[in-house]
C-alpha cells in the first residue's frame, strides 16, 4: 500500500511540475499592447560591436521564452517597465539569448549562437542575466527570478564599475 501511494504521489507532482513549466498561467502572459518596447540586438556580435562603440555593458538575458515561467514573470515585470528602458536606452546593449522548445521562433544559426553561449557562460537555469563587456568577457552574474526591485541596484553597480 505504501508503494502505490508513493508512486501516486510522485506521478502527481512530476505531472503539476511539468504542466506548471508548459502553460504559463493567464497572470504570467506578456500581453504586447500594454508593454514597452525593448531594442534587443539581432546577433550577439552586433551586440559586441555596439558595446565598443558607445562604451556600454551588453546584457545577455538568457530565456527560454516560450516555456520558462520564471522567464515569462521576469519578461513581463522587468524587462517591458519604462523603468528599465530609461535604463537600458541609456547605460545598457541588450543581447536575448533565447532557448526556446519550439526552436521555429529563432534560426538555426541564432540558436547555435545562444548554445554557444551557454556553454561559455556555464548556464544551467533559466532566466539568467549574464553582463560581458565588448570584448565578451563576463562583468556581472545574475540567475533565477527575484523581485524586479531588486535587479536595479545589482544593474547600476555594473554600470557604474563598467
Given at each position: 500500500?505504501?508503494?502505490?501511494?508513493?508512486?501516486?504521489?510522485?506521478?502527481f507532482?512530476?505531472?503539476?511540475?511539468?504542466?506548471?513549466?508548459?502553460?504559463?498561467?493567464?497572470?504570467?502572459?506578456?500581453?504586447?499592447e500594454?508593454?514597452?518596447?525593448?531594442?534587443?540586438?539581432?546577433?550577439?556580435?552586433?551586440?559586441?560591436?555596439?558595446s565598443?562603440?558607445?562604451?556600454?555593458?551588453?546584457?545577455?538575458?538568457?530565456?527560454?521564452?516560450d516555456?520558462?515561467?520564471?522567464?515569462?514573470i521576469?519578461?513581463?515585470?522587468?524587462?517591458?517597465?519604462e523603468?528599465?528602458?530609461?535604463?537600458?536606452?541609456?547605460?545598457?546593449?541588450?543581447y536575448?539569448?533565447?532557448?526556446?522548445?519550439?526552436?521555429?521562433?529563432?534560426?538555426?544559426?541564432?540558436?547555435?549562437?545562444?548554445?554557444?553561449?551557454?556553454?561559455?557562460?556555464?548556464?544551467?537555469?533559466?532566466?539568467?542575466?549574464?553582463?560581458?563587456?565588448?570584448?565578451?568577457?563576463?562583468?556581472?552574474?545574475k540567475?533565477?527570478?527575484?523581485l524586479t526591485?531588486?535587479?536595479?541596484?545589482?544593474?547600476?553597480?555594473?554600470i557604474?564599475?563598467?
Amino acid at each position: 500500500m505504501k508503494k502505490v501511494i508513493l508512486g501516486f504521489t510522485i506521478c502527481f507532482f512530476s505531472i503539476t511540475y511539468i504542466v506548471a513549466q508548459e502553460h504559463p498561467t493567464e497572470k504570467q502572459e506578456v500581453n504586447i499592447e500594454d508593454s514597452v518596447h525593448i531594442n534587443w540586438e539581432p546577433s550577439f556580435n552586433d551586440a559586441l560591436k555596439k558595446s565598443k562603440k558607445e562604451n556600454k555593458p551588453v546584457l545577455i538575458y538568457f530565456t527560454g521564452s516560450d516555456w520558462c515561467g520564471p522567464c515569462i514573470i521576469l519578461d513581463k515585470k522587468l524587462f517591458h517597465t519604462e523603468k528599465f528602458k530609461a535604463i537600458a536606452d541609456k547605460d545598457l546593449v541588450l543581447y536575448e539569448a533565447d532557448s526556446p522548445r519550439n526552436v521555429d521562433l529563432i534560426s538555426a544559426e541564432t540558436l547555435e549562437v545562444n548554445n554557444e553561449l551557454k556553454r561559455k557562460f556555464k548556464i544551467r537555469s533559466f532566466p539568467t542575466l549574464v553582463f560581458v563587456n565588448h570584448k565578451g568577457k563576463m562583468i556581472g552574474y545574475k540567475k533565477g527570478l527575484i523581485l524586479t526591485d531588486y535587479y536595479y541596484p545589482f544593474i547600476q553597480s555594473v554600470i557604474e564599475n563598467y
